[in-house]
């Protein structure tokens, strides 16, 4: 049984950072697209940013490109997202995503996604 826990969120201020992690279990992680996607209170899902089962490529939304970090530790079948210089329009709850198969570039599709997490909230005050 596949499995993404998310960790990391919680309440910060403008300008602060945070690191969310994603354990994942279940699957072969090194063989696995990872990306981390966020909705805010009434708002659709929304691409954050994504990195390839072989960390050859990632992506990132324009929103968050500059400021936000997606990196992979496979021996720990972890993905993490640094999040630095965070703004009130980045509060939202955070899901990562994966795709075990097909060994799949960095993409922001969520459709090409298999599994997700329960999502971890982070709250930005200004």
């Known amino acids: 049984q596949v499995q993404l826990v998310e960790s990391g969120g919680g309440l910060v201020q403008t300008g602060g950072s945070l690191r969310l992690s994603c354990a994942a279990s279940?699957?072969?992680?090194?063989?696995?697209?990872m990306g981390w996607f966020r909705q805010a209170p009434g708002q659709e899902r929304d691409f954050v940013a994504a990195i390839a089962w072989n960390s050859d490529s990632t992506s990132y939304a324009d929103s968050v490109k500059g400021r936000f970090t997606i990196s992979r530790d496979n021996a720990k079948n972890t993905v993490y997202l640094q999040m630095n210089s965070l703004k009130p329009e980045d509060a939202a709850v955070y899901y990562c995503a994966a795709r075990d198969v097909g060994f799949i570039p960095a993409t922001r599709d969520p459709n090409l996604y298999t599994y997700w997490g329960q999502g971890t909230p982070v709250t930005v005050s200004s």
């Open positions: 279940g699957l072969t992680f090194s063989r696995t697209t």
